[in-house]
C-alpha cells in the first residue's frame, strides 16, 4: 500500500445480490496519478444496493479522516448517489435518509469533497472488491453512525459552482415560547406537514382540530410540557411531555417532538430539547420516555446527545404502505 497524502482520489461501490440482499462495499484509495494508497473490502449484511452505495461513501470518509485527509475527489458509479449529495435529487427514502445526512456531516470535516460520476467501466476495482467480499463470505461488519446530532444539525451545504463541494453550518434565531390555544392552528400545520413526510412520527396526519385542541389541554391540566419554537415570526417546531396517566406512572413523561424540514440542520431541534428537558425537571418529572423510527438516526443521535439511552429495539413495530420499521425505545433519567 502507498503513502497517504492530504488529498486523495476515492473509488467506492456498492453491490447487493437480491437487492436487498447480501450487500457488500469496495473502496479504493489512490493518489492524483492513480498509484493505489489503500482499500476497503467488507460484507454488510443484507441490504438494497442504494444502501451498499451510501455505506461504501461512509466508511470511505471515515477511513480518510483516520488518515489525516483533507480534500477527497470521490468517484462512484452511483448517479442516485452523486446526484443526491449534490443536491440535484430529493432524497425521499427513509431507510438512505440518515445515511445522506451522514455523509452530509462527515464531508463537512474535510477543506474540500469534489464529487464525481463515473462510469462503470472505470469503477473495475471498487467494484472488484465488493464482490470479493461476497464471494469470500465475510463476515458482516458492524453499522454505525458517527455523526452526534449536533454535527448533524450544523451539516448544511453550500453549493457552489466550482467542481468542489463545499460546506459550511448555518445558524438560525429561534424563540422557544409555551404552547397557547392561539397557537394551535399553526402547531397543526407543523404536525400536519412533519406527518405526511411519513418518516419522523407516528401520525401520517395531523389528528382534527379538536382532538388536537383536547391534547393540548390535556398536557396543560396535567402539568406536562407543551412548547413551540418559532423562526422567521412563525411556528417551526415542537416538543411536549405526556405525564403518565396512573399515579404509578405519573413520575414518567413521553416526549413527541418535531420541526418542519426547511429548518432543520439549524439548531432548532436541540434548542427545543434543552428546553423540554429543563421545564420537565422544574415540573417534578424523573424519567423521559420515546420511541423513535430506527431509520430516523438523526434523532437518535441528538436523543443520545442528551444523555438517553436506548432500552431496547421493537423489530418490524412499523408497518406502512408495505414498509416494515423498527422503533427504538429510549429513556432518560432526570
Known sequence: MGKWLKSVVMYTDGASRGNP?????GVVF???KG??????CEAIGDQTNNFAEYFAVLEGLRKALKNDVTHVHLKSDSEFLIKQLKGEYKVKSATILPLFHEAKSLIKKFKAVKLEHIR?????????????ALDTGKEPMEFKMSASQGELEQATFNFESSPALTVKPEAIDVEV?????????????????????ETHICFVKSPPREQSLDFFKKVITTNGVFILAKAKNRVVGWADITRGGEPRFSHRGWLGMGVLEEFRGQGVG???????IAQAEEKGFEQINLSVFGTNIAAISL??????????VQKNASKYNGQYTDIVLMTLEI
Open 270 to 276: 436541540t434548542q427545543l430539547l434543552e428546553a423540554c
Open 303 to 312: 436523543y443520545r446527545k442528551f444523555g438517553f439511552r436506548i432500552d431496547g
Open 21 to 25: 440482499g447480501p450487500a457488500s462495499i
Open 177 to 197: 415560547v409555551n404552547m397557547e390555544e392561539e397557537y394551535l392552528d399553526e402547531y397543526r400545520h407543523v404536525l400536519d406537514t412533519v406527518a405526511r413526510e
Open 35 to 40: 498509484d493505489e494508497i489503500d482499500t476497503i
Open 120 to 132: 462503470r467501466e472505470k469503477n473495475k476495482e471498487a467494484d472488484r472488491l465488493a464482490n470479493k
Open 30 to 32: 489512490t493518489n492524483s
